[in-house]
T-cell receptor
């Protein structure tokens, strides 16, 4: 199984809402990532988890809160977002020793109103 | 200077043509080079990766790395309409993937 799944596919939320994005992989990977991608731009790294511990936070605002409850799951909790946070949120995974080869999920398209 | 430079295109070619996509990078310490394909409204798909100078072939796709020139290429032979997508080069550096801007490619039937 070489698939990374993400739910939901689409999400519309108001600036006062709290929502969560979910990511799951069953490739045995112990490194997982959150990226943000704006239209016609490349993905931008947000967070990296290695062995379920947060290893990199790319100075992301606190209204984004990641969580890695186990080796297969990665969540991104959203609270008090701004319209400029509207984007495609991508999850990826890799072997810890092979972080250069990352496998991406289909993404969650988020619209903040 | 950006770490990775990629012409965003768009690039439009007829079906069956050979396509050449290119990136340059600035840091000679970079060692790992990847190409991703991203269809509209989908996540990037790892297409090819290579760790050394030279060519790597997979079906109709060939990845080429020239470390002396800091130049990487992806060639697509016998291009098909289904190859229409955005192609992103990515280089592993400073503990993260550094992406090019992506080239939008359209193959016309």
């Amino acid at each position: 199984d070489t698939e990374v799944t993400q739910t939901p596919k689409h999400l519309v939320m108001g600036m006062t809402n709290k929502k969560s994005l979910k990511c799951e992989q069953h490739m045995g990977h112990r490194a997982m990532y959150w990226y943000k991608q704006k239209a016609k731009k490349p993905p931008e790294l947000m967070f990296v988890y290695s062995y379920e511990k947060l290893s990199i936070n790319e100075s992301v605002p606190s209204r984004f809160s990641p969580e890695c409850p186990n080796s297969s799951l990665l969540n991104l909790h959203l609270h008090a977002l701004q319209p400029e946070d509207s984007a495609l949120y991508l999850c990826a995974s890799s072997q810890v020793a092979r972080k250069e080869t990352q496998y991406f999920g289909p993404g969650t398209r988020l619209l903040v109103l | 200077q950006k770490e990775v430079e990629q012409d965003p295109g768009p690039l439009s070619v007829p079906e069956g043509a050979i396509v050449s996509l290119n990136c340059t990078y600035s840091n000679s310490a970079f060692q790992y080079f990847m190409w991703y394909r991203q269809y509209s409204r989908k996540g990037p798909e790892l297409l090819m990766y290579t760790y050394s100078s030279g060519n790597k072939e997979d079906g109709r796709f060939t990845a080429q790395v020239d470390k002396s020139s800091k130049y990487i290429s992806l060639f697509i032979r016998d291009s098909q309409p289904s190859d229409s997508a955005t192609y992103l080069c990515a280089i592993w550096g400073a503990q993260k993937l550094v992406f090019g801007q992506g080239t939008r490619l359209t193959i016309n039937p």
